[in-house]
């Protein structure tokens, strides 16, 4: 949504962004904070596994709520702060 000033990004630009980050091994074993999340680069991380924890800090409800939803479907441990 704009009120938050967010864009949109691909799917790709996405799956690019975690995989520069597991390259550069900036993921294994790490704690990783993402503020902001309108992109769903949480999402990206925790599925590579390589994190330790993922917690996603963010103000728009709705991106908490799909991030939630996609966790539990995906058994994935990504804390969420509003």
Do not use: C, H
Not at 16 to 44: C, E, H, K, P
Not at 60 to 80: F, G
Request: glycine fraction near 4%; aromatic fraction near 8%.
């Amino acid at each position: 949504t704009f009120i938050f000033d967010q864009r949109p990004v691909t799917l790709d630009t996405t799956l690019r962004r975690a995989a520069y980050m597991a390259w550069r091994g900036d993921l294994q074993n790490q704690d990783i904070a993402v503020l902001g999340d309108d992109d769903l680069t949480s999402i990206a991380i925790a599925l590579t596994g390589l994190a330790k924890s993922v917690t996603v800090f963010d103000i728009d409800e709705r991106l908490i709520d799909y991030i939630t939803k996609v966790s539990a479907e995906n058994n994935l441990k990504i804390q969420k702060v509003t």
